[in-house]
């Protein structure tokens, strides 16, 4: 099926299950106004601000750009235009609204509720992010597409990487593979100090190098304005070399690591990359549709425990509290693998999980995969070697 046609009947899609959502929830309308809604539920972006009531066709409230072709396409300089436009075509203003609350500026949320009369403003983003977990048939296309480029980028790592060059070095090397494969290039996260431009890789001691960055390893970065990632130090023998560059060659991206080490590195290095594999298996065998993303932490850990690997798991001088995150329009999506989590799996959900182990003076290992919710149990989709390789 052509693309845009696809896309259509998508988006037909997200907007009545919004409006379900709504209807549930006694909520009147919603307007959304960042880029990442805005995309899932118009295909494109714009400045402006989409409105759907819990009943009828989206209005699009549009400043910028010019030439949106789609119906009920309205121009503003301002959102007090959006009353009288409402007014004009009979609809009621709402009481019970959702906005972006936690995301759009207080000032620009108080400026909706005045000019509206808002009542009652509940969290937009709560509402969006739950329903962007849930991927339909398209979306689950794309994802699987973005996996393929993935992968074949991943391949390609080890020819180009030179002995001598340095993390920083390799990585510049990498992203220029998946530009060249597609890469949009922009890495999108959900929250505050979540800046990363195209991924992240960690070498050696670095990679306990704690950050202010909600991910699951740190790395001291190469600028204390951006304290996260390869810091720019040599690439040396025994090293490992973790590689977690974002799969974002669609709009839906896929998450993926592995591990390379600079010949061969430590018998405990390898031991603890086997753990991580044996989770992912354990996992594997255990999650479907029901299951709770805390008991699939609780596995993880107890397999920890069981290997002595405490210490080492998921950092050292600071250590991740979860193994893994929902992925979609942003690589950090619900549900969140943690022990205190009360989500459940649901069919077509799709997830990385991620257990991993610092090394001290040898680098990270461990590995990571993207994986969707089927109805019986869980598919892996991005396909790969999982071993170290030696380079």
Not at 58 to 85: L, M, S, W
Not at 207 to 215: G, H, I, K, N, V
Not at 352 to 368: H, M, Q, R, T, W
Request: net charge negative; glycine share 8%; aromatic share 8%.
């Amino acid at each position: 099926m052509d693309y845009q046609i696809a896309l259509s009947k998508d988006l037909e899609i997200r907007s009545l299950r919004l409006q379900k959502a709504m209807q549930a929830a006694n909520i009147e309308a919603c307007i959304l106004a960042t880029g990442v809604n805005v995309f899932y539920m118009t295909g494109c972006i714009y400045n402006g601000y989409f409105y759907l009531s819990a009943e009828g066709k989206p209005i699009h409230f549009v400043k910028r750009p010019e030439g949106i072709a789609f119906d009920n396409t309205i121009y503003i300089r301002k959102p007090e235009q959006i009353v009288e436009e409402l007014q004009n075509r009979g609809i009621n203003l709402p009481e019970t609204v959702l906005i972006e609350t936690d995301i759009l500026p207080f000032g620009e949320c108080m400026r909706l509720m005045n000019t509206l009369n808002i009542k009652e403003a509940a969290n937009a983003s709560t509402f969006m992010r739950k329903l962007r977990s849930i991927k339909t048939d398209f979306e689950l296309s794309q994802v699987r597409a973005c996996a393929r480029k993935h992968e074949a980028v991943y391949k390609l790592i080890p020819s180009v990487f030179r002995r001598g060059m340095t993390d920083v070095e390799l990585q510049i090397e990498i992203e220029k593979l998946m530009r060249l494969h597609g890469s949009l290039g922009i890495f999108r996260s959900y929250g505050e100090n979540m800046d990363i431009y195209m991924g992240s890789l960690l070498a050696g001691e670095n990679a306990e190098a704690p950050s202010p960055f909600d991910y699951a390893l740190g790395g001291a970065g190469t600028s204390p304005v951006l304290p996260l990632g390869a810091s720019g130090q040599k690439l040396l023998e025994k090293e490992t070399i973790m590689v977690d560059m974002a799969g974002n060659y669609s709009p839906w991206m896929t998450d993926m690591t592995r591990v390379f080490s600079v010949g061969k590195t430590l018998d405990l290095a390898y031991r603890a990359h086997e753990v991580s594999c044996e989770i992912q298996d354990r996992v594997m065998d255990m999650a479907r549709p029901g299951t709770a993303c805390s008991e699939m932490y609780n596995i993880a850990m107890e397999l920890v425990k069981k290997n002595n690997l405490e210490a080492y798991f998921m950092g050292t001088k600071q250590q991740a509290k979860f193994i893994g995150h929902g992925v979609g329009l942003e690589i950090n999506e619900p549900p969140v693998l943690t022990p205190r989590s009360k989500e459940l799996l649901e069919p077509n959900i799709v997830f990385a999980l991620e257990p991993k182990f610092v090394i001290p003076e040898v680098g990270a290992v461990g590995v990571e995969n993207t994986f969707v919710v089927t109805e019986d149990g869980i598919e892996k989709i991005t396909i790969l070697e999982e071993n170290i390789i030696e380079l």
